[in-house]
C-alpha cells in the first residue's frame, strides 16, 4: 500500500495565506457569490470568481460589474479575469486595484471552448509567447501588492505543448502562483488528467507555489495528487458540483487543524437535500429574486443527488421549481433518511465530453510570435469559461 505524503498544512500565494492548500475553480454560471459562500461555510481555502471579460469590465458591462461584487463575508476576494489584449487587461486590473474589488486575481489562459480557441485566446494563447508574456506582465505590473496568479493546460494538444514555456515567463514576471489543468485543449474534459506533467512543472518552477487541477472527485485525491506530484495545493472545479461539502472534507485532509468549519459530513439523503436548499435560498438572496434564483439551482439537481434514491419524476419536477416553498414541497417527498449510497454518488460530475481538434486561427502554429494575428484577438472576448 502507498503511504500518502504528509500535506502542506497552509499555502502562501503572495501575502495571502490559506488553512488550507484548496482553490475553488472559476465555472461560468456556477461559481457565484452564492456557490461561493456555500462552499466556504463547509470549508476553507481561496475561492474564485466566474471569469470576467477583461473588456465587459472595463466597458462596465452592467451583468460583470455585478458579478465581481462580492458578498460582505467574502474576506477574500478573488476574481479571474480573461483578456486578449494586453492593454485592456491592464485597464481591468488597474479597476479591480483603483476601486478595491478584490484581494487576488487570476488570469485564464486555460479556456478549451472553440468559439474561443479558434480566435486565438484561451489555451490556445501561450503558443503566442510574446502576447502571453505581455498580458501576464503588464497584469503583475498593474496589481501592485494585490496578487496575481495564472490558470493554464498543458498546451493545444500532446505535439504543441505550452505548459513549460509560459510557467518560466510567468515565474519571471512575477506571478504569485501557477495552476495548471493537467490536460490539453484538445482532450477538453476527456479521458484522464496527466498529473505527472504537475510535478514535471514543480521541479521546473521553484520560487512560487504550483497547484494541480484535474480529476480530484474526493480529498483522498488530493491527497494523492499531492503526493505523486510534489504540488503546493490543489485548484478543484467539477468535484464539488453538487458536493459543496467537499472543501470540509479538503480542509480537514490538508489544512490546518480547525480549518474546516463543520463536523465530517454523514452524507444521507436528508443532509443533501439541506445543502441543496440553502444553496437555492442563497441564489435567490443573490439575484434578488426568488424566480430567478429557484430557476439557476434547477441544473444542479442532477449533481446534488446522483446516486441518492430519488425518483425521475420527482427529479424533473424540481427542475421546473420556481419558488422555494415549492422546493420545500418536493424536498419533503424524499426519504430523507436514506444512508449515503457510497460509490453510485461518487466520481465524475459535469459533462467529459470527447477529445476533438481546437480549433484554431489559420496559420496559427506557424509562429510563435503573435505577428499579424494581433488584430483578431479581441474578438475571442466572448462571455465564456472554463479551463
Not at 138 to 166: F, N
Not at 168 to 195: F, K, N, P
Not at 207 to 232: F, H, K, Y
Request: hydrophobic fraction near 40%; include cysteine; glycine fraction near 10%.
Amino acid at each position: 500500500m502507498t503511504t500518502l505524503a504528509a500535506p502542506a498544512r497552509t499555502l502562501r500565494i503572495g501575502p495571502i495565506e490559506l488553512d488550507a492548500p484548496v482553490v475553488l475553480a472559476p465555472m461560468a454560471g456556477i461559481t457565484n457569490a452564492a456557490f461561493r459562500r456555500l462552499c466556504r461555510e463547509y470549508g476553507a481555502g481561496l475561492y474564485v470568481s466566474e471569469m470576467i471579460t477583461t473588456r465587459a469590465l472595463v466597458e462596465r458591462n452592467a451583468v460583470t460589474m455585478r458579478l465581481i461584487t462580492h458578498h460582505e463575508s467574502e474576506s477574500l476576494r478573488s476574481i479571474q479575469l480573461y483578456g486578449v489584449d494586453p492593454v485592456t487587461v491592464e485597464n481591468a486590473v488597474k479597476i479591480l486595484v483603483d476601486e478595491d474589488r478584490a484581494d487576488h486575481i487570476d488570469m485564464n489562459f486555460g479556456c478549451p471552448v472553440p468559439k474561443v480557441t479558434r480566435k486565438g485566446g484561451g489555451s490556445a494563447l501561450p503558443w503566442k509567447l510574446d502576447l502571453f508574456e505581455a498580458i501576464v506582465t503588464r497584469a503583475v505590473k498593474a496589481a501592485g501588492t494585490i496578487p496575481v496568479t495564472i490558470k493554464m493546460r498543458k498546451g493545444i494538444d500532446d505535439t504543441h505543448l505550452t505548459y513549460l514555456d509560459a510557467a518560466r515567463i510567468a515565474e519571471d514576471a512575477g506571478v504569485s502562483a501557477i495552476a495548471l489543468h493537467a490536460r490539453t485543449a484538445s482532450q477538453y474534459y476527456s479521458g484522464h488528467a496527466d498529473w505527472s506533467a504537475i510535478a514535471t512543472l514543480k521541479q521546473a518552477i521553484t520560487s512560487i507555489p504550483v497547484l494541480g487541477n484535474g480529476d480530484i472527485w474526493s480529498a483522498g485525491d488530493a491527497q494523492r495528487m499531492m503526493a505523486e506530484t510534489g504540488c503546493d495545493g490543489v485548484v478543484v472545479g467539477r468535484g464539488c458540483l453538487g458536493r459543496p461539502w467537499l472543501f470540509g472534507d479538503l480542509a480537514r485532509a490538508l489544512g490546518e487543524p480547525g480549518a474546516a468549519t463543520a463536523e465530517p459530513v454523514d452524507a444521507t439523503l436528508g443532509f443533501v437535500a439541506r445543502a441543496f436548499r440553502r444553496h437555492a435560498e442563497l441564489l435567490v438572496e443573490f439575484f434578488e429574486d426568488e424566480d430567478r434564483g429557484c430557476r439557476d439551482i434547477r441544473k444542479h439537481v442532477a449533481w446534488y443527488f446522483k446516486g441518492y434514491p430519488v425518483g425521475g419524476e420527482l427529479r424533473a419536477r424540481l427542475a421546473t421549481s420556481s419558488s422555494l416553498a415549492e422546493i420545500d414541497e418536493l424536498l419533503a417527498e424524499m426519504d430523507l433518511d436514506a444512508p449515503y449510497p457510497g460509490a453510485s454518488a461518487e466520481g465524475q460530475r459535469g459533462r467529459a465530453g470527447s477529445p476533438k481538434r481546437t480549433v484554431l486561427p489559420e496559420g496559427w502554429l506557424d509562429s510563435r510570435e503573435i505577428g499579424a494575428h494581433a488584430a483578431s484577438l479581441t474578438e475571442s472576448e466572448a462571455d465564456t469559461s472554463g479551463g
